[in-house]
């Protein structure tokens, strides 16, 4: 009953949140210097044209009018009208989105296999120069930024070494039989292995370029958690009984201590896609991020603000998420 309670408070501050950032996105936007219908016009456009597309998109009314309007059509499902495509918003995010989640996706498989492998073996190898160098390891990669390990990447295997994609989603000459947008799921499905290894060779680099940093961080909390408990009376008694040691980290150690790491990785998973903004353009890549730096560029405001709305709903709903799994997971939360 208190977990219930606590869902629904939750909802509640989630369905606030969403309503402040629509309100603080919509006037923000509005107030920046720049006429985004003055921008799509070519230079010998009249006042008379400025004024007809103003009226088109309702951009001539006052920001609390239009704030209203846009509201009425959110409710409807309906969030707009792109300046620059002249297509609607909503299909224009939803068509973007999956390839920003399976980029996402395919980093956080990647931090989470990168990370545990280095709090695994620095646990083993606690006290030695191996447990130094892994701390060393993590501190270059949390000093690093994100795009600049993708310029490195670039570099490396794009340019000096080339065995990676660097640019795109997938290559044009090939036969695209999907139906839906998320191309690495649906080639599975249809065993398509060629369209596949094509599709991961393109988000490789830049799925790389976003795990490092978060590979650091999931590995320094996890070592650390994982020496806590290494320390614990159930630990030390596996321990007696002659376990080996991967055993006592494997099966005794790591379920308790895991717990922290799984809330950092949810948590951490939403400004990972927030990250794929800067990646998607450096590596230009289809993605909702770099729909949004064009939608900047362009000041296509009911575009800029469908992006801002869809994000803020992944983010919420993955906090919510990772915080009702760590009370189903936690039983001293679960039964408080």
Same mark, same amino acid.
């Given at each position: 009953?208190?977990?219930?309670?606590?869902?629904? %408070?939750? =909802?509640?501050?989630?369905?606030?949140? @969403?309503?402040? !950032?629509?309100? &603080?996105?919509?006037? +923000?936007?509005?107030?920046?210097?720049?006429?985004?219908?003055?921008?799509?016009?070519?230079?010998?456009?009249?006042?008379?044209?400025?004024?007809?597309?103003?009226?088109?998109?309702?951009?001539?009314?006052?920001?609390?009018?239009?704030?209203?309007?846009?509201?009425?059509?959110?409710?409807?499902?309906?969030?707009?009208?792109?300046?620059?495509?002249?297509?609607?918003?909503?299909?224009?995010?939803?068509?973007?989105?999956?390839?920003?989640?399976?980029?996402?996706?395919?980093?956080?498989?990647?931090?989470?296999?990168?990370?545990?492998?280095?709090?695994?073996?620095?646990?083993?190898?606690?006290?030695?120069?191996?447990?130094?160098?892994?701390?060393?390891?993590?501190?270059?990669?949390?000093?690093?930024?994100?795009?600049?390990?993708? %310029?490195? =990447?670039?570099?490396?295997?794009?340019? @000096?070494?080339? !065995?990676?994609? &660097?640019?795109?989603? +997938?290559?044009?000459?090939?036969?695209?039989?999907?139906?839906?947008?998320?191309?690495?799921?649906?080639?599975?499905?249809?065993?398509?292995?060629?369209?596949?290894?094509?599709?991961?060779?393109?988000?490789?680099?830049?799925?790389?370029?976003?795990?490092?940093?978060?590979?650091?961080?999931?590995?320094?909390?996890?070592?650390?958690?994982?020496?806590?408990?290494?320390?614990?009376?159930?630990?030390?008694?596996?321990?007696?009984?002659?376990?080996?040691?991967?055993?006592?980290?494997?099966?005794?150690?790591?379920?308790?201590?895991?717990?922290?790491?799984?809330?950092?990785?949810?948590?951490?998973?939403?400004?990972?896609?927030?990250?794929?903004?800067?990646?998607?353009?450096?590596?230009?890549?289809?993605?909702?991020?770099?729909?949004?730096?064009?939608?900047?560029?362009?000041?296509?405001?009911?575009?800029?603000?469908?992006?801002?709305?869809?994000?803020?709903?992944?983010?919420?709903?993955?906090?919510?998420?990772?915080?009702?799994?760590?009370?189903?997971?936690?039983?001293?939360?679960?039964?408080?």
């Amino acid at each position: 009953m208190q977990l219930f309670r606590a869902f629904l %408070l939750r =909802l509640v501050t989630t369905a606030i949140t @969403l309503i402040g !950032v629509a309100v &603080i996105v919509f006037f +923000v936007i509005r107030i920046v210097p720049g006429n985004p219908i003055a921008m799509m016009l070519p230079p010998g456009a009249t006042e008379e044209d400025i004024a007809r597309l103003t009226e088109r998109y309702g951009l001539d009314a006052s920001i609390p009018e239009q704030f209203l309007i846009w509201c009425q059509g959110v409710l409807q499902g309906d969030f707009g009208t792109s300046i620059t495509t002249n297509q609607p918003v909503l299909s224009l995010v939803l068509g973007r989105l999956p390839a920003t989640l399976e980029l996402s996706i395919m980093a956080l498989v990647m931090a989470v296999i990168m990370g545990g492998a280095l709090a695994l073996t620095g646990t083993r190898q606690r006290g030695t120069k191996v447990e130094a160098g892994i701390d060393v390891a993590n501190g270059m990669a949390l000093s690093v930024p994100d795009f600049l390990w993708g %310029l490195v =990447l670039i570099l490396l295997f794009g340019v @000096l070494w080339p !065995v990676f994609h &660097i640019s795109g989603r +997938v290559t044009p000459s090939l036969e695209l039989p999907f139906i839906t947008d998320f191309y690495l799921f649906e080639s599975l499905v249809r065993l398509r292995f060629d369209l596949w290894a094509d599709i991961v060779s393109h988000m490789f680099l830049p799925a790389l370029a976003l795990a490092i940093p978060l590979a650091a961080i999931i590995g320094q909390l996890l070592k650390q958690s994982l020496k806590e408990t290494m320390h614990l009376d159930y630990v030390t008694l596996a321990c007696t009984k002659g376990y080996g040691e991967t055993h006592v980290i494997t099966r005794e150690a790591l379920p308790n201590a895991i717990l922290p790491t799984l809330t950092l990785v949810g948590v951490q998973f939403t400004f990972l896609i927030g990250g794929t903004v800067i990646i998607e353009r450096l590596f230009s890549y289809e993605g909702l991020g770099n729909m949004a730096i064009d939608a900047v560029i362009n000041r296509d405001l009911p575009l800029i603000q469908g992006i801002v709305i869809l994000f803020a709903v992944i983010f919420t709903a993955v906090n919510l998420i990772v915080d009702l799994s760590y009370a189903l997971l936690n039983p001293r939360l679960r039964h408080g």
